[in-house]
């Protein structure tokens, strides 16, 4: 297939569209963070069990990106982003229904399971869609859409609870999974990698940069998504704030995420990966600590200074595992890289929500911090990466 060269014409629309996929699917794990106070408040549980909602989110979504690689080999990389979008939005329509707290473990399940298969497989697709030249630019706006739905998300939960309630909102969702679905079958081709299943299990496990990096995974993505999901809880259950006003200041913070991540796209390709990713490691981290604090006054200037620091990890992360690995490993390294980085986002939430039943949920943020601080001295070691 003939590549685009530039994000001109028909590069930037086909870009544009496969954007706005990457953003309702990420909508679909974020939109459960401004709504659990409202979950946890009609099921009457636990901070912790709450929480735990994430966790299966998390197993789910990782064992996607796990098997993904064998699941693109046997569909195709157009099939397989079909089944996500599809299944997605069937599962969408059956969140409603749930009336007893513990079948939103295995319906989650199976939606973050949907949701997981489409980044391993749209990240190769993107490289074959586009001239190595403006791989930078591509995969960090496209990037880019997951550090919006994380800033929109508290703001669209506002605006359709003015109108819907929170069971209400995934019928939306479920429909315009349906209809990406419908627009992909029609503006998509399908791109061949091989079977990537032998490569992956003869030859990634082996090498020390996917553990290196899968572990900076977990901690960043506990960071930017695990705290995510339970700062509302945070905000809400320990610092009393209402949850209109703990979800605008909680939307707001995360502007700088959005323009952090799109700027990142314009200067990826002159900036020294590995000494740029030590730093937004690092300070992301001891920013993380600092949320930790007692006085209030600072909250929004530190969640907003966090946000933006951490938002760089990915975009930046995601052009390093495609410089740092051939096209026939590419999706399989960016599969299990984001699975190990689950951790982040499924346990991690489960732990500050269990310090917030046992302690406050300040002692869970604090440790998370300095966890990240440490993790930041790995990438010493990641030699592939110069």
């Not at 990420?26 to 549980?45: A, K, Q």
């Not at 859409?145 to 998300?153: G, H, P, Q």
């Not at 700062?231 to 259950?237: A, E, I, S, T």
Request: proline content about 3%; overall charge positive.
């Amino acid at each position: 297939m003939r590549r685009f060269p530039s994000l001109r014409g028909r590069g930037f629309l086909f870009l544009l569209f496969i954007w706005f996929i990457w953003f309702m699917n990420f909508n679909g794990r974020t939109l459960f963070s401004p709504i659990l106070p409202l979950i946890e408040d009609e099921f009457g549980v636990t901070h912790a069990r709450a929480a735990s909602i994430f966790t299966f989110i998390s197993l789910g979504y990782g064992f996607a990106l796990f098997s993904s690689g064998a699941i693109s080999g046997f569909l195709g990389s157009k099939k397989t982003i079909l089944a996500s979008l599809v299944t997605a939005g069937c599962v969408f329509f059956v969140i409603p229904t749930i009336h007893t707290f513990n079948i939103f473990y295995p319906v989650v399940f199976v939606l973050a399971f949907a949701l997981g298969v489409y980044l391993p497989t749209i990240i190769p697709m993107i490289t074959e869609y586009y001239e190595e030249t403006v791989w930078g630019k591509v995969i960090a706006i496209h990037e880019s859409a997951s550090s919006l739905s994380i800033f929109a998300a508290p703001f669209i939960a506002l605006f359709l609870l003015s109108f819907l309630t929170w069971r209400s909102i995934f019928i939306v969702m479920g429909s315009i999974s349906l209809l990406c679905a419908v627009a992909f079958q029609l503006a998509a081709t399908d791109v061949c990698f091989g079977d990537g299943r032998q490569t992956f299990h003869g030859g990634l496990f082996r090498r020390r940069s996917v553990w290196i990096m899968g572990t900076l995974w977990i901690f960043c993505s506990g960071c930017v998504l695990g705290l995510y999901f339970v700062l509302p809880l945070y905000l809400v259950k320990e610092l009393g704030m209402t949850v209109q006003y703990a979800n605008s200041i909680f939307g707001l913070s995360r502007i700088g995420m959005v323009l952090i991540a799109i700027a990142a796209g314009f200067f990826v390709d002159r900036l020294n990966l590995k000494k740029s990713l030590f730093l937004i490691v690092l300070f992301t981290g001891l920013m993380t600590i600092l949320l930790a604090t007692k006085d209030i006054r600072w909250i929004n200037t530190l969640l907003f200074v966090q946000a933006t620091i951490s938002g760089a990890f990915p975009p930046l992360t995601l052009v390093a595992i495609s410089r740092m690995f051939d096209r026939e490993t590419r999706g399989q390294a960016t599969g299990f890289i984001v699975t190990v980085g689950m951790v982040g986002t499924g346990i991690i939430p489960y732990l500050i929500g269990l310090t917030g039943d046992l302690a406050s949920f300040r002692l869970g943020i604090f440790l998370l911090g300095a966890c990240t601080v440490l993790a930041s001295s790995l990438l010493f070691f990641l030699d592939e990466l110069r």
